[in-house]
Each structure stands twice: as structure tokens, then as C-alpha cells.
T-cell receptor
Framework: GEDVEQSLFLSVREGDSSVINCTYT??????LYWYKQEPGAGLQLLTY?????DMKQDQRLTVLLNKKDKHLSLRIADTQTGDSAIYFC????????????FGSGTRLLVRP | SAVISQKPSRDICQRGTSLTIQCQVD?????MFWYRQQPGQSLTLIAT?????????ESGFVIDKFPISRPNLTFSTLTVSNMSPEDSSIYLC?????????????FGSGTRLTVV
């Protein structure tokens, strides 16, 4: 079955690194995505990783994928107060539907 | 990547009425998706809308409740029919970023619906 899980809440101090974790169950995932949702806003695509990659880095963002454990993480370096938001991981399955399965979202709070 | 304009951004509606949400894309896209985000929850796919064919609905969603139109490659509407307070949610449309899964999916800013 399709299931994506995330921890609900993370609080960090400004300037520290944040690590948001995600686990998924479907081994047929092709792409995995990280989205950011700020209060009252839609979803902003932050980054994505193809399932045959282990790591992807994009400026302050580092995505790590452990396909064996079906574990995905997003590391935000030098976290800023503007990073406070809800972060969703999502997977795209190896089928023709092109739909995304979303995790429950992790609320990141950055303390000054 | 595609830019999506979604309207209205929010609305407060009486139970029993219907609301039509519009999604306009600045480029032609094959697939458009409609998601629902209930308060404090994640996103759930309602249906996939392809131009020239009937929308494909996910389990738990039916056409009578959520009729969808897709008249061309840049536009789609979702109607929430015969609304009840349980329909209070954020509704979002989404399109592929121009390269399918390779570039991610772009979302509209959402329609925040409150049914009273």
C-alpha cells in the first residue's frame, strides 16, 4: 500500500541545521519531492530526487535517500526564521497515474 | 515552470450551495490535478483531469459531488456541490512542471473554503 509518514513538529534555533525525516512504504516510488507550505499559501516545490540517487544538494538544502530503509530526509543548513513553515514529502509512483502521495507534513518552527 | 492562477482565493458559503473553483495555467499542460487539504491535514488527490476525456476520480470522491471540467489545455474547474461544513478545506490545483515527474509538480495558491 501507499503510505508516507513524517514527524509532526520540529523546533530549531535560528542558524542551526534542521533535519526533517520521511518514510515511505511503496518501493515502486520513482521520484520523491519536498514541498514547503507557508501559512495561508499554496505549496512551493523545494527540491526532488530520483529514486536511483542517494543525495542531492541545492544551496542550503540537502536531500538524502536511503532506498533500502525507504527513508528520505531534508536538511536545511543555517535555518532562518523565514524557513518556518510546514514541509511535506511526497512520492510519485511507478505507474501511469502521475499522482503524488503526500506525507502528513512537518511543522518547522525556527526560534530567534 | 508553469504559473497557475487559482480563483477564488477564499470563500465562505452557505450549506447546500455550490462553488466553482477555477484554475488557469500560463502554458499548455496535459494533466491537471485537484487536491483537497482538510484543516490541519495533508493533501489528498480528488481527481485527475485530462483535456478531452472524463476526469478520473480517486476512491472516496465522486463526480456528482465534485464535477470537473477541462475544456482546453490551460484551464480547468472544480465544483464542490451541495456543500456541507465537512467540505471546509483548502482546494488546490496542480500541473506537472513541464517535464512530468522530472521537474516536479506546480501548485496553485489554493482556495480556502469555509462552509457555514
Amino acid at each position: 500500500g501507499e503510505d508516507v509518514e513524517q514527524s509532526l513538529f520540529l523546533s530549531v534555533r535560528e542558524g542551526d541545521s534542521s533535519v526533517i525525516n520521511c518514510t515511505y512504504t511503496d518501493s515502486s516510488s520513482t521520484y520523491l519531492y519536498w514541498y514547503k507550505q507557508e501559512p495561508g499559501a499554496g505549496l512551493q516545490l523545494l527540491t526532488y530526487i530520483f529514486s536511483n540517487m542517494d543525495m542531492k544538494q541545492d544551496q542550503r538544502l540537502t536531500v538524502l535517500l536511503n532506498k533500502k530503509d525507504k527513508h528520505l530526509s531534508l536538511r536545511i543548513a543555517d535555518t532562518q526564521t523565514g524557513d518556518s513553515a510546514i514541509y511535506f514529502c511526497a512520492e510519485s509512483l511507478r505507474d501511469s497515474s502521475y499522482k503524488l502521495i503526500f506525507g502528513s507534513g512537518t511543522r518547522l518552527l525556527v526560534r530567534p | 515552470s508553469a504559473v497557475i492562477s487559482q480563483k477564488p482565493s477564499r470563500d465562505i458559503c452557505q450549506r447546500g450551495t455550490s462553488l466553482t473553483i477555477q484554475c488557469q495555467v500560463d502554458s499548455q499542460v496535459t494533466m491537471m490535478f485537484w487536491y483537497r487539504q482538510q484543516p490541519g491535514q495533508s493533501l489528498t488527490l480528488i481527481a485527475t483531469a485530462n483535456q478531452g476525456s472524463e476526469a478520473t476520480y480517486e476512491s472516496g470522491f465522486v463526480i456528482d459531488k465534485f464535477p470537473i471540467s477541462r475544456p482546453n489545455l490551460t484551464f480547468s474547474t472544480l465544483t464542490v456541490s451541495n456543500m456541507s461544513p465537512e467540505d471546509s478545506s483548502i482546494y488546490l490545483c496542480s500541473v506537472d512542471g513541464g517535464g512530468g515527474r522530472n521537474y516536479g509538480y506546480t501548485f496553485g495558491s489554493g482556495t480556502r473554503l469555509t462552509v457555514v
